[in-house]
């Protein structure tokens, strides 16, 4: 049965079977565990020095981290939320018109994640958007609802700062100068992914999105404030991360992972659904330009009595992009294709 959207706002009571996962690939949500002590980082902090303490210890731990006060306003979060919201209620007629199963389109609504390689299909919905320049895409946005293009333009840009500023910690965490990674990952593309996930009559037998990394940069998620959904994996157990009122999530993409010589973890994590209720997230990607070369910055390898070596190879993110795109999602981390003892 070929997947097709399942934001049709009519609720399922069984869940269909190309949704079902193997006995061994469910998600066995009663082993989920919550996770206490994720890291909260209050980026309007004076003291820098605590503050690329706080982000080096939490990429190094959990490549997931949790930031409030990062600039960008409630208003502009809430309309974000809001236009979502009002574009997925939208007649099934209106964003068919968008629709498309073929990921080198920089705009489309699809479904699942990426249904000509898939066997069986996840219980999401997308809005997939390239971000940057806006000038560039924004004609290819959804003209409805009207205020669609105006509403993520803004958030889109105020996003992009926050992630130039996490950059810079992240960069100053490692040692590095403060615009060393701005400076390596280019003039970096912003893709967007509003993620809908309707209410799933069976979340024991499915995933939204099953277990992955992310292939960018540095991805900012604008988590659902009232729906739990994410999950990441720490040492083989799986942890849900709660919303936490007006903070973003971020988590470090395979690009730091690589750029810091496996200091930082590009983790793997999951979106899971609840039978009682939709739940809407935004994720924004910051990516490295096309013709970046990912390559450990020396000072991270080169010490004269170190014996660390670099463990990934120098590739273009053109290179990792399309490696990426060419697999399944849940396979191997995409980063075992690039080490340097392969």
């Known amino acids: 049965m070929a997947a097709k959207l399942i934001s049709t706002g009519l609720r399922h009571t069984t869940l269909p079977g190309n949704y079902v996962r193997p006995i061994s690939?469910?998600?066995?949500?009663?082993?989920?565990?919550?996770?206490?002590?994720?890291?909260?980082?209050?980026?309007?902090?004076?003291?820098?020095?605590?503050?690329?303490?706080?982000?080096?210890?939490?990429?190094?731990?959990?490549?997931?981290?949790?930031?409030?006060?990062?600039?960008?306003?409630?208003?502009?979060?809430?309309?974000?939320?809001?236009?979502?919201?009002?574009?997925?209620?939208?007649?099934?007629?209106?964003?068919?018109?968008?629709?498309?199963?073929?990921?080198?389109?920089?705009?489309?609504?699809?479904?699942?994640?990426?249904?000509?390689?898939?066997?069986?299909?996840?219980?999401?919905?997308?809005?997939?958007?390239?971000?940057?320049?806006?000038?560039?895409?924004?004609?290819?946005?959804?003209?409805?609802?009207?205020?669609?293009?105006?509403?993520?333009?803004?958030?889109?840009?105020?996003?992009?700062?926050v992630g130039f500023n996490i950059e810079e910690l992240i960069s100053e965490s490692l040692g590095l100068e403060k615009d060393y990674l701005k400076k390596v990952l280019g003039e970096q593309g912003q893709h967007m992914a509003v993620n809908y996930y309707p209410p799933c009559p069976e979340p024991e037998l499915t995933y939204g999105l099953p277990a992955h990394t992310d292939p960018n940069a540095l991805t900012i998620l604008l988590q659902d404030s009232t729906v739990c959904g994410l999950q990441i994996l720490i040492d083989g157990q799986w942890f849900a991360v709660n919303p936490h009122p007006n903070a973003f999530v971020i988590n470090i993409g395979d690009q730091l992972q690589a750029l810091s010589n496996g200091v930082y973890k590009s983790v793997w994590h999951r979106a899971v659904t609840n039978t009682e209720n939709p739940r809407l997230s935004v994720a924004s990607f910051l990516c490295p330009a096309d013709c970046a070369v990912m390559s450990p910055a020396k000072s991270l390898w080169e010490a004269e009595d170190s014996e660390t070596k670099p463990i990934y190879r120098d590739f273009t993110y053109a290179e990792y992009y399309k490696k990426f795109w060419s697999r399944n999602l849940d396979q191997e981390h995409c980063l075992e294709n690039f080490r340097t003892d392969v």
């Open 25 to 161: 690939d469910r998600p066995r949500l009663s082993e989920v565990s919550q996770l206490e002590d994720f890291p909260l980082i209050d980026l309007s902090s004076s003291d820098r020095s605590l503050l690329v303490q706080q982000t080096h210890q939490a990429c190094a731990r959990f490549g997931f981290f949790q930031v409030t006060n990062h600039g960008v306003s409630k208003q502009v979060i809430d309309d974000m939320v809001s236009v979502a919201h009002e574009f997925f209620s939208m007649s099934m007629e209106e964003k068919m018109k968008l629709y498309s199963d073929d990921p080198t389109r920089t705009t489309r609504l699809s479904t699942s994640f990426n249904v000509k390689k898939e066997e069986v299909n996840n219980w999401r919905d997308y809005l997939r958007l390239h971000c940057y320049p806006i000038h560039k895409y924004v004609h290819e946005w959804p003209s409805k609802p009207p205020s669609f293009k105006e509403v993520v333009s803004k958030y889109s840009r105020e996003v992009r700062e």
